[in-house]
């Protein structure tokens, strides 16, 4: 498999962004999407629940592009936006939830509104 490159630095990507051209908005999806959509499913969260925030987090950087402002570390800021888009979907949904930090890159998230089935020969007390 081959591993894509990013061709921008971190502040070419925030201007890249800034120009509301599509395609370099495509450039900027077509890199990211994978990584911000692993780190969903890897939190946790269902494929559905993934796609949609992705989907949302995309649509807010897009609305959004014009009136960035520029931050150091380019993943970073846009994982911080997926998390903030987690928390609103989530609310949105009438879930009951927490986050767990773990890093700057992972999250854990437990649901706190689903009781977890007894395991086989296990009884309830």
């Not at 971190?10 to 450039?27: H, I, P």
């Not at 949302?56 to 150091?72: D, E, V, Y």
Request: with cysteine; charged share 20%.
């Amino acid at each position: 498999m081959k591993i894509k490159q990013l061709q921008y630095s971190e502040t070419e990507l925030f201007l890249l962004l800034k120009t509301g051209q599509t395609t370099e908005f495509n450039y900027i999806y077509d890199f990211y999407s994978p990584i911000l959509y692993g780190f969903l499913l890897n939190s946790g969260l269902s494929e559905k629940y993934s796609t949609d925030i992705l989907e949302k987090t995309f649509t807010k950087i897009w609305n959004n592009s014009r009136q960035l402002p520029i931050h150091n570390n380019f993943l970073i800021w846009m994982l911080q936006i997926t998390t903030e888009n987690i928390r609103d979907y989530l609310q949105n949904h009438h879930r009951k939830f927490t986050i767990e930090v773990k890093n700057c890159a992972a999250i854990s998230i437990k649901f706190t509104d689903v009781i977890e089935p007894a395991l086989p020969n296990q009884s309830i007390a």
